[in-house]
Antibody, heavy 120, light 108 residues
């Protein structure tokens, strides 16, 4: 059974750094791109980007340039999302999602979500 | 980026009704369209891929159709557990995979 298990909710101050994680199991981690989707409070879904575990190649949504960084560790089957300096506008739920399907861009399995709250 | 426009943004229907949600892409995306269901406090769940292919375990009252730039999600005979927000997503091309704004389905 494919499972994506994310790290827990966090509360941070503006300017602080943060790294959240998503550990995959139940499939061969290196065969699928895996990435992140943001959902701001009461809003829709925004695709942030994805990483390929074999070579750590990434594809990023230009709208998120200069914001969070996606990285992946094939040895621990984990994908990460990291910020160097958080802003209040980073407050959101972040979902990891496996990319699959014929196109390779269907988000076929999702983590449970990590709530990130940034507040002074 | 390819823009995805969903309509309506919300609807209210009775149990047993037929519900149709439309998703329009700003350019042709062939059949590279997914539909997701999201219930409050939960992660989205993939219902339909390639515009019309139901995922295993998805009730047959859900169906998807369309190709090119206009797509529909239909729920035949609405059930109480179908109360949720539904999103379309183009799986055609990068640099950004994009979602529609969502349609909130409420039960009268």
């Amino acid at each position: 059974e494919v499972q994506l298990v994310q790290s827990g909710a966090v509360v941070k101050r503006p300017g602080e750094s943060l790294k959240i994680s998503c550990k995959a199991s139940g499939y061969t981690f290196t065969t699928h791109w895996i990435g992140w989707v943001r959902q701001m409070p009461g809003e829709g879904l925004e695709w942030m980007g994805m990483a390929f575990p074999i070579d750590s190649d990434t594809r990023n949504n230009p709208s998120f340039a200069g914001q969070a960084v996606i990285s992946v560790d094939k040895f621990s089957s984990t994908v990460y999302l990291q910020w160097d300096s958080l802003k209040a506008s980073d407050t959101a739920i972040y979902y990891c999602a496996r990319h699959g399907g014929e196109s390779g861009y269907d988000l076929d399995y999702w983590g449970q979500g990590t709530l990130v709250t940034v507040s002074s | 980026d390819i823009q995805m426009t969903q309509s309506p943004s919300s609807l209210s229907a009775s149990v047993g009704d037929r519900v149709t949600i439309t998703c329009r892409a700003s350019q042709t995306i062939s059949s590279n369209l997914c539909w997701y269901q999201q219930k409050p406090g939960k992660a989205p769940k993939l219902l339909i891929q390639a515009a019309s292919r139901l995922l295993s375990g998805v009730p047959s009252r859900f169906s998807g159709s369309g190709s090119g730039a206009v797509f529909t999600l239909t729920i035949n005979s609405l059930h109480p557990e179908d109360s949720a927000t539904y999103f379309c997503q183009q799986s055609f091309s990068l640099p950004a995979l994009t979602f529609g704004g969502g349609t909130k389905v409420e039960i009268k």
